[in-house]
């Protein structure tokens, strides 16, 4: 544990990176029962798992948390396999016993899930959504579920486990637990998932956003409905998936008993993690990292853009991008009638397009090939000069809609103009 | 003019991007005045001749997949597909459509899954799983897609392949070829079949989408597609494709 300390130092005071995984993958080489070591000595632990949303439901739970008093140690910077959590683990447990943390929020990813899942023993479990998702990494969806489903036959009947219950595929999990389950979802606008073949019964909601308002980027309105309450909530993140972020955090945290004051209050105040709908000076940035989640910031942006704003994506194929660029011809850019794809009430779109990244040119025809005309898109492969040329003369905002590792290069350049802090100094 | 576009089982089979393929040739047909429908047809759907002018089959999940085999059998749109096909009707099929219109699938264990016949090639199930760019030299010209499949098929004699791999696994990663293109006389010479050498079927693992980065190949079907349903070879007018000629040289500089 020492030694890991000493790693995580190293990696922070070098500037290699956030020192986020490189203690825990040197520490569980030396140790690999680390995790179970050092975890089983917190009082709760919380598993939040699924394709999309994990990020910021963890960061969510964690501020209502705070907010009640509690202390959490959390994998925080979208670090989320085994040695996410063992580098965390490593830099934030206390030498002292009675310093111990109350509560722990693992974020993990599909695979990752069923590995750790044996070891952690968690008190809480919920299943955000299966999407198809970097297929050459995780596989089809079907297989996603299906291990999931097998490691949920051995977790412990007292764990608390929550479904999205909007999630087609998620509902077969109901049958592979041997406790309850309870469930969460929207009355309308549903997001259902990959699942072809529709199931007719409407399925009972224990948790149900109802009366759905959307407040364009600011953010959305409704009305939860529980089995004995209702609560009418003001989201401040803008998008029908961070209703299904929030609805996750809210039922974890009101299973940790703590009062809808607590979490109203520190809703308020609530800033989206790393890269998702952050707000600059310039602009927004929303990762995008699969064909729902991509098309779920679409609809999201699209009636939001004016003439005057620029869009730049930026698509790379690296390892944790998927190398598999396929996917961006499942993104529904046609359904997104609005500038600046090229529909907007017989007027031409004018909003510019940048597209940068490995696979720019892969990106620009993507766009073509929705309407846009290909005179208005700017291929620079470079981001640096992308985002550079980009702001040259922008007189509204710029939305920046980059993959997993374009995301990581852009807080680095960022960071290098002082736009931004690094992420790991940046205030859980 | 009007193209009527068969997109088979599009909500089991389309988990790798390949409706990119349908965008592309609704595009490519419609940029040149060819008015362009797509009909959706899936499990319990029925199947008449000259429905479509075009098929295309994309790759599902294995689960999907079996249901979509069982369907092609027991409602005969397998032998729909076949007898238009014969006709000269064109189609491109992916991965697990591929698969399913070749003779056989056969699983790691149980029986084999017969297939629709209409490809004289066969499939085995392997622990390999084959993912990566591809780059594949063919009468099209250098074609550039991304495969990710463990199904190892193999052609019989005198089946031609849509082409050479130059990078990555193509139809099982041993023989460097890739794909297949049905030749209908060669294969199964009937007794009145048209004298004609019709090449119109093509199956692949490509995925990418396809057709996007490879337009010559997306004309190609588009061309076939009016020649059948018009009897008379038509003209596709010349388009810009300046960017898709970009995107294609860039993907086989980046992996070839």
Same mark, same amino acid.
């Given at each position: 544990m020492i030694l890991g300390k000493g790693v995580h130092f190293l990696t922070r005071t070098l500037n290699i990176g956030g020192g986020s995984a490189a203690p825990g993958y040197y520490a569980l080489k030396i140790d690999p029962d680390l995790v179970v070591h050092l975890a089983s000595q917190i009082p709760c632990t919380i598993i939040i798992t699924g394709t999309n949303g994990k990020t910021t439901t963890a960061r969510m739970l964690a501020q209502f948390a705070k907010e009640s008093g509690l202390k959490v140690i959390r994998n925080h910077t979208g670090s989320n396999l085994e040695r996410g959590i063992a580098s965390a683990l490593l830099s934030h447990f206390p030498l002292l016993t009675s310093h111990l943390p109350d509560l722990a929020i693992w974020e993990l990813d599909e695979a990752a899930f069923n590995k750790v899942i044996p070891k952690l023993k968690p008190d809480m479990i919920v299943f955000l959504n299966a999407f198809r998702d970097q297929l050459d990494r995780y596989g089809e969806v079907d297989s996603v579920v299906k291990k999931w489903c097998q490691t949920l036959k051995v977790v412990d009947p007292k764990t608390s486990i929550f479904i999205n219950g909007d999630d087609h595929n998620l509902l077969a999990l109901k049958d592979c637990f041997k406790g309850s389950v309870q469930t969460f979802g929207l009355e309308s606008n549903k997001i259902t998932g990959e699942r072809a073949t529709m199931q007719n019964k409407t399925h009972k909601l224990d948790f149900e956003a109802r009366n759905i308002k959307l407040n364009g980027? *600011?953010?959305?309105?409704?009305?939860?409905? $529980? $089995?004995? =309450?209702?609560?009418? *909530? /003001? #989201?401040?993140?803008?998008?029908? =998936?961070? @209703?299904?972020?929030? #609805?996750?955090? !809210?039922? #974890?945290?009101k299973k940790l008993d703590i009062s809808d004051e607590y979490i109203l209050n520190s809703l308020k105040t609530f800033q989206p993690a790393f890269g998702r709908v952050e707000k600059f000076d310039f602009g927004y940035i929303f990762l995008i990292k699969n064909p729902t989640g991509a098309t779920q910031v679409l609809q999201t942006l699209a009636p939001e853009l004016k003439s005057n704003d620029r869009l730049l994506l930026a698509l790379n194929d690296n390892l944790a991008d998927g190398t598999d660029v396929s996917w961006i011809w499942d993104i529904d850019f046609e359904q997104c009638k609005v500038q600046p794809f090229g529909f907007a009430q017989g007027e031409s779109a004018k909003c510019k397009v940048f597209v940068s990244g490995t696979r720019a040119e892969d990106m620009a025809l993507r766009l073509k090939y929705a309407d846009i005309d290909p005179k208005q898109i700017a291929i620079e492969n470079n981001l640096e000069r992308a985002f550079e040329e980009a702001r040259i003369g922008l007189k509204g905002r710029l939305f920046i809609l980059p993959t997993y590792t374009a995301l990581l290069e852009l807080q680095r350049l960022l960071t290098k103009r002082g736009l931004k802090k690094h992420y790991w100094k940046e205030a859980t | 003019m009007k193209l009527v576009i068969g997109y088979l089982y599009p909500d089991l089979m389309n988990i790798y991007g390949d409706t990119g393929n349908i965008i592309a040739l609704k595009k490519r047909a419609e940029w040149r005045g060819i008015e362009v429908e797509i009909k959706n047809i899936s499990i319990g759907d029925r199947l008449k001749p000259r429905d479509a002018d075009i098929f295309f089959f994309g790759g599902g999940q294995d689960m999907a997949q079996g249901l979509v085999a069982s369907d092609l059998v027991k409602s005969d749109k397998g032998k729909m597909i076949r007898q238009e096909i014969e006709r000269g009707v064109p189609l491109l099929s992916i991965c697990? &459509?591929?698969?399913?219109?070749?003779? =056989?699938? +056969?699983?790691?264990? +149980?029986?084999? #899954?017969?297939?629709? +016949?209409?490809?004289?090639? !066969? /499939? %085995?199930?392997?622990?390999?799983?084959? %993912? +990566?760019? %591809?780059? @594949?030299?063919?009468?099209? &010209?250098?074609?550039?897609?991304?495969?990710?499949?463990?199904?190892? $098929?193999?052609?019989?004699?005198?089946?031609?392949?849509?082409g050479k791999v130059l990078q990555g696994f193509g139809n099982n990663g041993e023989d460097a070829l890739e794909g297949c293109i049905y030749n209908a006389t060669r294969y199964k010479k009937r007794r009145d079949e048209i004298a004609s050498d019709y090449k119109n079927a093509i199956g692949t693992y490509m995925h990418g989408s396809l057709l996007p980065k490879n337009p010559k190949l997306a004309d190609w079907l588009l061309q076939k597609a009016l020649a059948i349903k018009y009897g008379k070879e038509i003209q596709l007018k010349p388009l810009d494709d300046a960017l898709e000629e970009k995107a294609r040289q860039a993907a086989i500089a980046k992996f070839c």
């Open positions: 980027l *600011t953010g959305s309105s409704f009305l939860l409905q $529980t $089995t004995n =309450y209702k609560l009418q *909530t /003001t #989201l401040p993140v803008p998008g029908i =998936y961070h @209703v299904y972020n929030f #609805l996750a955090a !809210y039922i #974890l945290a | 697990g &459509g591929y698969q399913l219109l070749g003779d =056989y699938y +056969g699983p790691h264990e +149980g029986s084999k #899954l017969p297939g629709v +016949g209409l490809f004289p090639a !066969y /499939t %085995i199930a392997s622990y390999d799983r084959m %993912i +990566g760019n %591809i780059v @594949v030299e063919s009468e099209f &010209g250098k074609l550039v897609g991304f495969e990710n499949h463990s199904g190892k $098929t193999h052609l019989k004699k005198g089946a031609h392949a849509l």
